[in-house]
């Protein structure tokens, strides 16, 4: 069973960085895609980023040009690197996998698409 661990939340002030990470217990497939998404109390949950093993990157509108999804192959962690952050940006922020023997698409940002998710790790941006 895979699991997934996020760590690197915390509380920053408007116009800070943090950065995200996220260690899988195992890769079933080595094609998969691996995403951030995050939600509010109240609202649903909703995709950040994502990358695939081929290296493609899909990104919010809300985040592009501040947030930055990438990945250590060697250690098989994911990150999202967070910066300019707002206050809209509070949530819990959960990565997510979906691991494939292929996958023709880039990576999608739609929670039914992903199957594994982290517990989540919280991040509280002030202003």
């Known amino acids: 069973q895979v699991q997934l661990v996020e760590s690197g939340g915390g509380s920053v002030q408007a116009g800070g960085s943090l950065r995200l990470s996220c260690t899988a217990s195992?890769?079933?497939?080595?094609?998969?895609?691996m995403g951030w998404f995050r939600q509010v109390p109240g609202k649903e949950r909703e995709g950040v980023a994502a990358?695939?093993?081929?290296?493609?990157?899909t990104y919010a509108d809300s985040v592009k040009g501040r947030f930055t999804v990438s990945e250590d192959n060697a250690k098989n962690i994911l990150y999202l690197q967070m910066s300019s952050l707002k206050p809209e940006d509070t949530a819990m922020y959960y990565c997510?996998?979906?691991?494939?023997?292929?996958?023709?698409?880039?990576?999608?940002?739609?929670?039914?698409?992903?199957?594994?998710w982290g517990q989540g790790t919280q991040v509280t941006v002030s202003s």
């Open positions: 997510a996998a979906y691991f494939a023997l292929w996958l023709n698409n880039p990576p999608r940002l739609g929670t039914a698409d992903y199957r594994y």
């Open positions: 195992l890769y079933p497939y080595s094609t998969y895609w």
């Open positions: 990358i695939d093993s081929f290296g493609r990157t």
